[in-house]
Antibody
Framework: EVQLVESGGGLVQPGGSLRLSCAGS????????MHWVRQAPGKGLVWVSR????????NYAGSVRGRFTISRDNAKNTLYLQMNSLTAEDTAVYYC???????????WGQGVLVTVSS | QSVLTQPPSVSAAPGQKVTISCSGS????????VSWYQQLPGSAPKLLIF???KRPSGIPDRFSGSKSGTSATLSITGLQTGDEADYYC???????????FGGGTKLTVL
């Protein structure tokens, strides 16, 4: 069974940093591009970032480019999102998701809440 | 403001059919596959439709997708109360080099 489990969320002050992790199991982690998607309270889904199978290719939403860094450790089957210079607008549930052929996100984690507040 | 445009809400009675539209542009929907996701209250999104009109295993054939030009449509027939959820379209935008989602449509089964 494919599982994605996020961790690392919590309360952080404006301007602070946080690193999210997403542990994958039940599939060959290195065979898949991986994505981060976030959802602010009561709002819709917003794409954040993606990373290629070997980590050599990455893309970011304009709102996080230069502040967030996506990475992966295929030996540990783990995806990361390093978030710096956080603002209140970054408050959201963050989901990691697996990309399948054809461009769809076929498995999602349960999500982890990040709250940016003083 | 989302790159893809969806109606904020739709509603219909049990057993009826509903359609949800998703409008984009040549840089996203027209030249990339569209996916649809269902998000039940308090849950993570779930893939409903991939590659415009294909269903993952376990998704009933009451759910179908289509695409024409810069628009896509999700259709749900034989509505059930359990279908009440938020529905999102998503694709890749080749100009932005970003993933994009619609703003979401809340389905109410009256």
């Amino acid at each position: 069974e494919v599982q994605l489990v996020e961790s690392g969320g919590g309360l952080v002050q404006p301007g602070g940093s946080l690193r999210l992790s997403c542990a994958g199991s039940g599939f060959t982690f290195s065979d898949h591009w991986m994505h981060w998607v976030r959802q602010a309270p009561g709002k819709g889904l917003v794409w954040v970032s993606r990373i290629s199978r070997d980590g050599s290719d990455t893309n970011y939403a304009g709102s996080v480019r230069g502040r967030f860094t996506i990475s992966r450790d295929n030996a540990k089957n783990t995806l990361y999102l390093q978030m710096n210079s956080l603002t209140a607008e970054d408050t959201a549930v963050y989901y990691c998701a697996r990309l399948r052929d054809g461009g769809s996100l076929d498995h999602w984690g349960q999500g982890v809440l990040v709250t940016v507040s003083s | 403001q989302s790159v893809l445009t969806q109606p904020p809400s739709v509603s219909a009675a049990p057993g009826q059919k509903v359609t949800i539209s998703c409008s984009g542009s040549s840089s996203n929907i027209e030249n990339n596959y569209v996916s649809w996701y269902q998000q039940l209250p308090g849950s993570a999104p779930k893939l409903l439709i991939f590659q415009n009109n294909k269903r993952p295993s376990g998704i009933p054939d009451r759910f179908s997708g289509s695409k024409s030009g810069t628009s896509a449509t999700l259709s749900i027939t034989g509505l059930q109360t359990g279908d009440e959820a938020d529905y999102y379209c998503g694709t890749w935008d080749s100009s932005l080099s970003e993933g994009v989602f619609g703003g979401g449509t809340k389905l109410t089964v009256l």
